[in-house]
C-alpha cells in the first residue's frame, strides 16, 4: 500500500475530465457501476485524479460539505478526504507500483487478505491499484480469482499507465474505459496548473508530453538545478548523476525525453539529414539504456555521449 502525498500529486480540481466523472457518478448512483473497471491512458493525462475525485464523491455524501459535483473539487475539509491523506480510511484500499518495479507479490497476498474481513463500516469498499501494467505473472495469478468473484460491496479500479503490455488475463476481466484528452483540453489542464502553481513550464516546445509529466519533469528541472538554456550534454550530465545516486527512473525518462526534443529541433532544422539525426539519436538513447542495464561508469558513457554530441555540435 502506498500513501497518498506530494510523491503522488494530484489536483483537488478536476480539470477536463468532467465527463469522465460524470459518467462513472452515474453508473455508481445507479447501481450499475462495474465490479471491475480498467482506465487506459497515458501516463500523466489525469486517471488518477479522476479516480480520486469519484473515490471522494462516494464517501463524502453525508458530509455536511460533500464533494462539490458542480465545480468538480474535493473539500479538503472532509473527514474521509483526510482520512485518505493520514492513512487511516479502512474503506478504500490504494496499490502503487514503486518507480521502475513491479508489484509485489506480497502487496496483492496483503491485499487479498485485507479484502477477506468485513469492512468495519459496512460501506462499499474500492481497491484502487495504480500502474496495474506493472502486475507480473506471479501477482496476477495471485489476484485472478478475486477480480473474477469480487463480493457484493468489493469494487476494483485498475489504473493502466501503458507503460509496458497488461497482462490480457487482467484486461479480459474488466469493463474498460480509454481516457484521452484533445489539445485544447491538455492545454487547459496546463493553463491551470501554471495559474494555482506557479509553474512556468519551459522544457516542451514540441508539446508532446501529457500534464502530469510535464508537472513532474518541471519539477526534476527545479530540483536538480537543471538550466534549460545549458547544451544538451550538461542537461545529461546532471539528471543522470542523479539517477546514479537516487535510482529515480523518472530521471532516465526524462533524459530520454530531452534527447529526444533535442533532435526533433535538429530534424527541423536539418531535413536533408534525418536518417542520420535518427540514428545518432538511437545511438545515445542506446548507451543510456545499458548505463542502466549493465550498470555502466557514468564517466566512460558521459564521455561517449559527449563525443556522439559532437558531430551535431
Not at 500534464?211 to 537543471?226: A, E, T
Request: with cysteine; proline share 2%.
Amino acid at each position: 500500500m502506498f500513501k497518498i502525498d506530494e510523491q503522488f500529486p494530484f489536483s483537488t480540481r478536476l480539470i477536463s475530465l468532467d465527463r469522465d466523472l460524470e459518467e462513472m457518478i452515474k453508473l455508481y448512483d445507479s447501481n450499475r457501476f462495474p465490479k471491475v473497471l480498467l482506465l487506459n491512458g497515458k501516463k500523466g493525462i489525469g486517471k488518477f485524479t479522476l479516480v480520486f475525485h469519484f473515490i471522494n464523491y462516494i464517501y463524502s455524501k453525508k458530509e455536511k460539505i460533500p464533494y462539490n459535483t458542480k465545480e468538480k473539487i474535493i473539500n479538503t475539509n472532509s473527514s474521509f478526504y483526510n482520512s485518505i491523506m493520514n492513512q487511516t480510511c479502512s474503506d478504500v484500499l490504494w496499490i502503487h507500483a514503486a518507480e521502475g518495479k513491479n508489484i509485489k507479490i506480497d502487496e496483492i497476498r496483503s491485499l487479498k487478505s485485507q479484502l477477506s474481513t468485513t469492512s468495519l463500516t459496512g460501506n462499499p469498499r474500492f481497491t484502487v491499484i495504480d500502474e496495474v501494467e506493472f502486475l507480473n505473472t506471479n501477482s496476477v495469478n495471485a489476484l485472478l480469482k478475486t477480480l473474477e468473484e469480487p463480493s457484493d460491496n468489493n469494487y476494483f479500479i485498475l489504473v493502466n499507465n501503458q507503460q509496458a503490455d497488461l497482462i490480457e488475463t487482467v484486461s479480459s476481466r474488466c469493463l474498460k474505459n480509454n481516457i484521452y484528452l484533445n489539445s485544447d483540453q491538455k492545454k487547459k489542464i496546463i493553463d491551470y496548473f501554471i495559474e494555482s502553481r506557479k509553474i512556468n513550464f519551459q522544457i516542451d516546445e514540441a508539446g508532446n508530453l501529457t500534464p502530469g509529466l510535464l508537472l513532474k519533469y518541471s519539477d526534476l528541472v527545479n530540483k536538480h538545478k537543471i538550466d534549460i538554456n545549458e547544451s544538451i550534454y550538461f542537461k545529461l550530465s546532471k539528471l543522470l548523476f542523479a539517477y546514479k545516486k537516487d535510482k529515480n527512473k523518472s530521471l532516465i525518462n526524462m533524459s530520454i525525453f530531452l534527447i529526444d526534443q533535442f533532435f526533433y529541433s535538429l530534424i527541423k532544422e536539418n531535413k536533408n539529414k534525418i536518417d542520420f539525426l535518427l540514428s545518432l539519436k538511437s545511438t545515445i538513447i542506446n548507451k543510456i539504456n545499458d548505463f542502466i542495464v549493465y550498470n555502466l561508469n557514468i564517466n566512460s558513457v558521459l564521455k561517449s555521449i559527449e563525443i556522439k554530441l559532437k558531430y551535431v555540435g
